[in-house]
């Protein structure tokens, strides 16, 4: 099986935490690279700042984007995946707190693949991370890596 890789971006450490634990529980193996915030991921996925020299061609198999983010917000960052050849068809899963409905409709209206609330039940949360792994991990198919811009 290929070597898929999550990209967690999340600034709350205890969301963090319980994120991996949800992995973890559900023995998804997978590697999960984690930035704190929306400039640190740009970074990673482009390959620039503390992230130059990352192979490229490693791209993750899904990103898991909180929308309140320090330095970018994530529907910035949205935007910026979208606006990049290398990223554009990268899966993006919005996983947030926000209940406001704006959000959930700038997310689509930038490309989100799937807007996911946070629920804040540990149970409802471990599923819904377990739910998440098995589809964008196993189940989804993505597309090709592109080359540069």
């Known amino acids: 099986m290929e070597h898929k890789v999550i990209l967690l971006v999340e600034d709350n450490p205890d969301d963090v935490e319980l994120t991996l634990r949800a992995f973890r529980r559900y023995h998804l193996q997978n590697e999960v690279a984690v930035v704190n915030d929306g400039a640190l991921a740009l970074d990673y996925l482009l390959g620039t700042g503390e992230y130059a020299g990352r192979n490229l061609s490693q791209m993750p198999a ?41 959000d959930l409709i700038d997310s689509y209206m930038n490309g989100a693949n799937s807007y996911i609330r946070k629920p804040v039940d540990f149970d409802k949360f471990m599923r819904a991370v377990q739910q998440l792994g098995l589809y964008w991990l196993v189940l989804n198919e993505a597309p090709p890596v592109p080359g540069g811009d």
């Open 62 to 102: 899904v990103v898991l984007l909180d929308l309140k983010l320090p330095k970018m917000d994530g529907l910035e960052v949205l935007r910026q995946i979208r606006a990049h050849q290398r990223t554009r068809l990268l899966p993006v899963v919005i996983l947030t707190s926000s209940s406001e409905e704006r």
